[in-house]
Structures are given as C-alpha cells and as structure tokens.
C-alpha cells in the first residue's frame, strides 16, 4: 500500500479558481483525486486534465445555506469529501484603496468586517458543515491555510518604498485566528479520526515589482519568494495517509522566514 496514494478521494478546496487555487487542482487531479472548488469565480478550465475529476461549484463560502447547497451536489456526484481545503482569502495588495493600505489609526471598520468574514467566518462555516458529514464516516482530512503574518507581524520597512503604504492589519489578525480554530477541531474531532492542520505558507512569486522582491527575499533564508507550485506537496502529504498520525498541527513552509 502506499500511504501517499491520493487517488480518488474527494477534496472540497475553496478558492480553487485564484491562482494557487487553480495550481493546487491541477497538481491533484494529475495524481487521481477528485476537486470539488467552491468559489464565486469562474474557473480558467484550460489546465484541468481530466475534467470528470473536476466539479465546479459557484458558492460564497461566507454564506451557510451556499456551502450547504454545494455540498449535498458534491455527495450526490461524487460521495463524502475525503478532505476540506480552506484556501480561499482575502489580502490587500499595493494599488488598493489608499484608505485600506493607509496608516493603521484610520483603517476601514468594513474593511475589517470584509476580510475577516472570507478569512476566518469561511472556514468555520465550511468546517462545521463539511466536517459534521466527515463525522459520519469518522473520516477525513481538514487543512486550514494560513499566512506567515499570522505568526508573525509584517515587516513594514518592506513596503516603505512605497509611498503612504502599510501593510494592513486584518489580514495578520484573521490569519492568526486559524491556529486556535484548527486546535479546537483537532482535539474535538480526534476521537472520530478527522485530522485538523494548518498550513502556514510565505510569499509566492506573482511578477510583483523588482523592488518589493529584493526587500521581500533579503528576509528569507533561501534568498526567493516561493514558486506557485511549491506547494503541492505538502498538501498532498496532510491529505494522504503518510500523515495520518498528524493533527492539530501548525506546518510552515515560508522558506525559513520565522526561523530568524
């Protein structure tokens, strides 16, 4: 038997139509599972290899009824999720609205509300609802993204090449939200052989701007922000049965970023 053998289990992932989202399909598909991605946005199709292993499903994963929705048509195509990939987020990257990327004193209220309800509501929704079904087959595998600024505080001095930039607080405070969240679950959903992780993942390359990469990457011990698809093996890894003993977890892969 091998324990990494992910072949046709079935794995809900939100936020499967962004960029790492279509990258985590992809990679999964190509080595057997099904993908079931609830996202509000229509997915680029291009890069799926074999689209009977492939369900898109429109859903706000901030709405309890959407989730719900989605999916009992996953059950009825496919069976119950093997495993639950909460990756949809919300950030505020450089070019937003002066007042979100402004001095904190003066941050948005909705702002926050907007943010934390995709980062942190989501995944207790999508948990609870996805998770009461794994608990019927005392089954299944949960991983709950995360960032590095969850850990950790931005390096503001990164982003002081641009003018009247900070960056904001809600995505670091709803980032770290998910730790306690996936703690929680580990140990109530133990006895029912339902695994709970976080995945703490660093910056990727995105063709962001030259300086912002050589402020970003003087602070990671490999020198680089991340490749798209690097990954993809660590999913895969909490999703097979080489983890099976692992839970409660916090897995960091930031190319060494909180190490210093």
């Not at 980062?119 to 995360?146: A, D, P, R």
Request: aromatic content about 10%; proline content about 4%.
């Amino acid at each position: 038997m091998n324990d990494f053998d992910i072949k046709n289990k079935i794995i809900i992932l939100t936020g499967g139509s962004g960029k790492l989202g279509s990258i985590y399909s992809q990679y999964l598909i190509s080595n057997g599972a099904i993908v079931c991605n609830f996202d509000l946005t229509e997915p680029d199709q291009s890069g799926i290899m074999d689209e009977k292993k492939y369900l898109f499903l429109k859903t706000d994963v901030t709405k309890k009824d959407e989730i719900s929705n989605s999916l009992n048509l996953v059950c009825e195509k496919f069976g119950s999720p093997s495993a639950l990939i909460n990756n949809a987020a919300l950030d505020s990257p450089p070019g937003d609205d002066e007042k979100i990327n402004g001095p904190f004193e003066d941050y948005p209220e909705d702002a926050w509300d907007k943010v934390m309800e995709v980062n942190l509501k989501s995944i207790f929704l999508t948990c609870q609802i996805v998770g009461k079904e794994m608990v019927k087959n005392k089954s299944g595998s949960i991983i709950n993204i995360s960032s590095h600024y969850g850990l950790i505080s931005p390096d503001q001095r990164i982003y002081n090449y641009r003018e009247n930039f900070n960056k904001p607080i809600a995505y670091s405070a709803s980032k770290s939200g998910i730790f306690n969240l996936t703690r929680y679950l580990s140990t109530y959903w133990g006895p029912k052989n339902i695994r709970v992780n976080t995945l703490t993942l660093g910056g990727v390359h995105d063709n962001q701007d030259k300086q912002f990469i050589e402020n970003y990457s003087n602070k990671v011990p490999l020198g680089r922000l991340a490749k798209k698809s690097e990954y993809n093996g660590v999913i895969h890894f909490l999703i097979s049965e080489a983890s099976s003993y692992i839970t409660g977890s916090n897995i960091v892969s930031d190319g060494g970023w909180t190490a210093w």
